[in-house]
T-cell receptor, first 113, second 120 residues
Framework: NAGVTQTPKFRILKIGQSMTLQCTQDMNHNYMYWYRQDPGMGLKLIYYSVGAGITDKGEVPNGYNVSRSTTEDFPLRLELAAPSQTSVYFC????????????FGPGTRLTVL | AQKVTQAQTEISVVEKEDVTLDCVYETRDTTYYLFWYKQPPSGELVFLIRRNSFDEQNEISGRYSWNFQKSTSSFNFTITASQVVDSAVYFCALSEAVGAGGTSYGKLTFGQGTILTVHP
């Protein structure tokens, strides 16, 4: 199993550009999450999904959109990039069991200039 | 609302010293889970331990040990005989239990992290 994979690993965007961060998991997990990690800070939840077709906002959803058309994929869309979105983005998945251990991807480092 | 506080922003020790990383949490739930993650310089998040709110037994795994005290809402992490390879950012995190009529869906609330530097 590859676990949770994310692409790209690094990206530089100009202000106003759009992009999609890809996340795929091969563990047949129902729950998936997107977090962002700003420098010197802990991770904050952007969006999450509890199954295909079901998504909801986390703590910091502004400026992002998500979709979940399959169990495996949970892409994160930035429509109009802003410098405040410079961060490291982590995708995670879990089985949804009560203890809900989350498995994290390697992260995508995004810089908006 | 849930909250996790790691008051120590940075800790610097010399190899072979013992070091304790503090974690204090707030939650209204009676069932919840606590986690520690390690983030080495390479950037990935490495799962270290999970604890549920009903199990206050301390746990030891090699040089690592965890002290969970519900009375003080703390879940501290101790590294014994630290090594240079222990240098990393360590995160404490809290999750409400999935299911049982709740709507948390296992979302994690992270502390700000503690940067541990172990010098040779």
């Amino acid at each position: 199993n590859a676990g949770v994979t994310q692409t790209p690993k690094f990206r530089i965007l100009k202000i106003g550009q759009s992009m999609t961060l890809q996340c795929t998991q091969d563990m047949n997990h129902n729950y998936m999450y997107w977090y962002r990690q700003d420098p010197g800070m802990g991770l904050k939840l952007i969006y999450y999904s509890v199954g295909a077709g079901i998504t909801d906002k986390g703590e910091v959803p502004n400026g992002y959109n998500v979709s979940r058309s399959t169990t495996e994929d949970f892409p994160l869309r930035l429509e109009l990039a802003a410098p405040s979105q410079t961060s490291v983005y982590f995708c995670a998945s879990s089985s949804g069991r009560s203890y809900n251990e989350q498995f994290f991807g390697p992260g995508t480092r995004l810089t908006v200039l | 609302a849930q909250k996790v506080t790691q008051a120590q922003t940075e800790i610097s020790v010399v190899e072979k010293e013992d070091v304790t990383l503090d974690c204090v949490y707030e939650t209204r739930d009676t069932t919840y889970y606590l986690f520690w993650y390690k983030q080495p310089p390479s950037g990935e998040l490495v799962f270290l331990i999970r604890r549920n709110s009903f199990d206050e037994q301390n746990e030891i795994s090699g040089r690592y040990s965890w002290n969970f005290q519900k009375s003080t809402s703390s879940f501290n992490f101790t590294i014994t005989a630290s090594q240079v390879v222990d240098s990393a950012v360590y995160f404490c995190a809290l999750s409400e239990a999935v299911g049982a009529g709740g709507t948390s869906y296992g979302k994690l609330t992270f502390g700000q992290g503690t940067i541990l530097t172990v010098h040779p």
